[in-house]
C-alpha cells in the first residue's frame, strides 16, 4: 500500500465467479499437480464445485511469464460508478473490480477515527490493520483498529511493512512483540515494496538478498502464530524480486488502473488491492480499497481454512 513515513523508515483468468462469463483454466498436463498444491495457494478457475480446494487452483507458471505491457489508463470522473466511490477513479474495462462481490479495506493510522458499524453496513468483509514497521515503530492506533473491526463483526488482520535497513530477525521479534495472538484472526502480512519517501533507508538489496530475508521474517513470524502470511507487493517491486518465486504463499497485489492479470501475467493472487483513493462510508479521507478472489462461498471457506 502506498506508503506515509512514519519513523525510521495473476494472469488470475478469471473475471470472477458472479459473472456470466467463465474464464477456462490453462493447466493442460499440469492439472494434476495443480490439485495437489491447490490448498497452498490461491487462483479461480471455476464455481460449481463444493470443495475449497476444487474451486481454488494455482494459475499458471510466474517463471515463465512474458512483459506485461503497461495498460491505457482512462480516468473517469469522480465518484465514478463502482460500487464504492472514488476520488481518482478509472476505467478497468470488463474486468472490473465489482466483478467481484467480496470487498475489504487495508489501514493504517492515517485513516483516523473510523465509524466501524458505518464500514459494516457499506459491506465491507475484511481488514488488513498496520501493526509494525522496521524493528522499532507500531502504529498508535493498530490496537483501537482491530478491537473495533472485531467488534464490528469485521475479520481482520495485521502487516509489517518492511524496512530493507533493519534485519529480518529484528523486523519479526518487533511485530510479535506487538501483535498479540488475539489480533491475528486472518494471515499475518508482510507488506514489502521499495520505499521511495524514506529518508533514512534508501537500501535496495539485491533479490537474493530480498527473498531470503522475507522468507526467515515469514518463517519466524509463521510458527509463532500458525499461519503462513501473505505477501503484500506492487508490481515494480515484485517484477524485480518475487516473480516465480514464493510459489505456495498467498500473495495481495496492488493494482490501481487494471486487473492483474494484466500486470502481473500468469501470477496466482487471493487479494487485489484495486484503489489507494476509495470513498469508504465510516472513514474520513482516502482508503485503500480491496477485492477477493472468489465468491462469497468461497470467502466462506477461505476464512474457515485460515481465518480462526
Known amino acids: 500500500m502506498p506508503h506515509r513515513p512514519s519513523g525510521p523508515a495473476a494472469p488470475a483468468t478469471f473475471l470472477g465467479c458472479d459473472a456470466p462469463v467463465r474464464a477456462k483454466p490453462r493447466f493442460g498436463a499440469r492439472r494434476t499437480l495443480a490439485a495437489l498444491v491447490a490448498a ?66 487495508d489501514i493504517s493510522k492515517w485513516q483516523g477515527e473510523i465509524d466501524w458499524s458505518e464500514v459494516r453496513k457499506a459491506g465491507v468483509s475484511f481488514v488488513f490493520i498496520k501493526a509494525t514497521e522496521g524493528g522499532d515503530h507500531s502504529d498508535s492506533r493498530f490496537d483501537s483498529y482491530w478491537r473495533g473491526a472485531r467488534a464490528a463483526g469485521i475479520p481482520h488482520a495485521p502487516y509489517h511493512f518492511y524496512y530493507f535497513c533493519r534485519p529480518a530477525r529484528e523486523q519479526a521479534e518487533w511485530f510479535i512483540a506487538n501483535v498479540a495472538r488475539s489480533a491475528v484472526q486472518m494471515p499475518p502480512v508482510l507488506d514489502v515494496e521499495w520505499n521511495h519517501a524514506s529518508r533514512t533507508c534508501t537500501s535496495r538489496p539485491d533479490p537474493e538478498t ?24 506492487p508490481v515494480d517491486f515484485h517484477r524485480e524480486n518475487l516473480d516465480g ?64
Not at 470522473?77 to 466511490?85: D, I, K, L
Not at 522475507?214 to 513470524?221: F, G, H, P, T
Not at 493472487?269 to 465510516?282: D, I, K, L, R, V
Open 245 to 308: 518465486h514464493f510459489k505456495g504463499y498467498q500473495f495481495w497485489l496492488r493494482s490501481v488502473a487494471a486487473h492483474p492479470q494484466d500486470i502481473y501475467p500468469e501470477h496466482p493472487w487471493t487479494f487485489w488491492q484495486y484503489t489507494g483513493t476509495g470513498m469508504m462510508p465510516g472513514i474520513k479521507g482516502d482508503t485503500d480499497i480491496n477485492a477477493f478472489a472468489g465468491n462469497r462461498k468461497q470467502w466462506k471457506e477461505w476464512l474457515q481454512k485460515y481465518g480462526r
Open 40 to 105: 497452498a495457494t490461491l487462483g479461480l478457475a471455476g464455481c460449481s464445485s463444493t470443495s475449497l480446494e476444487a474451486d481454488l487452483q494455482p494459475i499458471g507458471s510466474p517463471k515463465n511469464s512474458p512483459a506485461a505491457n503497461k495498460p491505457e489508463v482512462v480516468k473517469l470522473e469522480a465518484p465514478g460508478p463502482g460500487r464504492y466511490g472514488d476520488r481518482k477513479p478509472v476505467e478497468f474495462g470488463k474486468h472490473h473490480p465489482d466483478r467481484y462481490p467480496v470487498h475489504g479495506i
Open 210 to 233: 530480498v527473498r531470503a530475508e522475507m522468507k526467515l521474517w515469514m518463517d519466524i513470524v509463521g510458527k509463532h502464530y500458525g499461519k503462513r502470511p501473505i505477501i503484500y507487493t
